[in-house]
């Protein structure tokens, strides 16, 4: 079974920084981009970041670029982002998120809880 | 960046009708959008990808249409558990993006 595994949401305070992370299991890491999708209180989805299997491709929405990196260590089967500069924008529930089949368009068909992020003084 | 219009935002439904949501692409897309399903305090889940195929597991009377800049998630018979929150995704390009989404409640 596929599990995907948030952490490392909290309360931070305008420009300041904060690493997420998601833990997999249950498939090969390896062979799989993955994605970052985050949703403020009440609000839509929104993508915001892309990583290629095996961390050479990454992707950004405009409103996180220069601001966040996405990285992954596969011998850890763990994604992360690094978010710095963050704004009370950033503030919402941040998803990890695996695509369905490697190799094809990055449908994303397993989820995380998902781990919220509060940026607030 | 690729626009995602979906209407309506909200749709007022009664068990056993049909409903139509569109998702109007600012340029084509080809086939490359997803239809996700969201119900509150839950993480979506993926309908439909490359505009009309149904993913694994998901009842059949779900349906897309597409490809090009107009797209069509249809519920032949709506079904209590199907009342959420319905998003489109275009994945033709970076930034991949979404549409704002639309709420579907009980008439």
């Known amino acids: 079974e596929v599990q995907l595994l948030e952490s490392g949401g909290g309360l931070v305070q305008p420009g300041g920084s904060l690493r997420l992370s998601c833990a997999a299991s249950?498939?090969?890491?390896?062979?799989?981009?993955m994605n970052w999708v985050r949703q403020a209180p009440g609000k839509g989805l929104e993508w915001v970041s892309s990583i290629s299997s095996n961390g050479g491709r990454t992707y950004y929405a405009d409103s996180v670029k220069g601001r966040f990196t996405i990285s992954r260590d596969n011998s850890k089967n763990t994604l992360y982002v690094q978010m710095s500069s963050l704004r009370a924008e950033d503030t919402a529930v941040y998803y990890c998120?695996?695509?369905?089949?490697?190799?094809?368009?990055?449908?994303?068909?397993?989820w995380g809880q998902g781990t919220l992020v509060t940026v607030s003084s | 960046d690729i626009q995602l219009t979906q209407s309506p935002s909200f749709l007022s439904a009664s068990v056993g009708d049909r409903v139509t949501i569109t998702c109007r692409a600012s340029?084509?897309?080809?086939?490359?959008l997803a239809w996700y399903q969201q119900k509150p305090g839950k993480a979506p889940k993926l309908l439909i990808y490359?505009?009309?195929t149904l993913q694994s597991g998901v009842p059949s009377r779900f349906s897309g249409s597409g490809p090009g800049t107009e797209f069509t998630l249809t519920i032949s018979s709506l079904q209590p558990e199907d009342f959420a929150t319905y998003y489109c995704q275009q994945l033709n390009s970076y930034p991949y993006t979404f549409g704002q989404g639309t709420k579907l409640e009980i008439k």
């Open positions: 340029q084509g897309i080809r086939s490359y």
């Open positions: 998120a695996k695509i369905s089949m490697p190799g094809s368009a990055e449908y994303l068909q397993h």
């Open positions: 249950g498939f090969t890491f390896n062979n799989f981009a």
């Open positions: 490359a505009a009309s």
